[in-house]
């Protein structure tokens, strides 16, 4: 079981990875660890070697703190 919960994350890190791939900077955030394990997976894809990936802690937010905490962020 424990197996086929981590294809299943693996599987949508990977997802995410195709998703965010045409970016150069990108920010990943948020109240979990879950930021470090898709920083590691994106560091080891040499599709990201080029693009500037950072890591910021924050606490749970709504959408629309979200949208904030990103514009604030990028400007």
Not at 46 to 53: A, H, V
Request: glycine content about 2%.
């Amino acid at each position: 079981m424990h197996n086929k919960e981590q294809q299943k994350k693996q599987e949508y890190y990977k997802k995410i990875g195709q998703a965010i791939k045409n970016y150069d900077v990108i920010i990943l955030f948020g109240p979990t660890d879950a930021k470090k394990e898709l920083f590691n997976i994106l560091q080891s894809d040499m599709n990201f070697s080029t693009k500037k990936i950072e890591l910021k802690p924050a606490d749970k937010m709504t959408e629309n703190q979200q949208h904030a905490f990103v514009r604030n962020y990028f400007s």
